[in-house]
């Protein structure tokens, strides 16, 4: 799983692009075929206390699946790598459980299929 960083008006640290890259080392566990993970950043000039000052967009492609976006908006950039990497921990476990009751439900046809 490649996770590629890029930045909008700032440049990216060596340990802004460790802590992403920590973050979502994270979506390993739950064991899904991820080809690659994108993370934009963009820092707008403004005030320090506005809450919308750092915007974190990650993307992440899924084998056979498609594109699943999440998008985190706060006044600290390491605060919204964060919610990001949690928002698609949430969306992917979402699409995994959803997989699951899939295969279960089509288990459940075939058997009772077989015991009539």
């Not at 996770?3 to 802590?19: D, G, S, Y």
């Not at 739950?30 to 506005?50: H, T, Y």
Request: net charge positive; hydrophobic share 35%.
């Amino acid at each position: 799983m490649n996770v590629l960083v890029h930045a909008k008006n700032m440049k990216t640290t060596k340990a802004l692009r460790e802590f992403a890259n920590e973050q979502l080392q994270k979506v390993k566990r739950l064991g899904l075929p991820i080809q690659k993970i994108q993370v934009f950043i963009e820092n707008v000039a403004r005030k320090d206390s506005d809450p919308h000052r750092a915007t974190v967009q990650v993307t992440a492609d899924i084998q056979r699946r498609g594109r699943i976006t999440v998008e985190s908006k706060t006044h600290d950039m390491y605060k919204a790598v964060g919610e990001a990497a949690q928002s698609l921990m949430r969306h992917l476990r979402k699409e995994k459980e959803k997989r699951i009751d899939v295969l279960r439900r089509k288990q459940r046809k075939a058997k009772y299929e077989i015991s009539e």
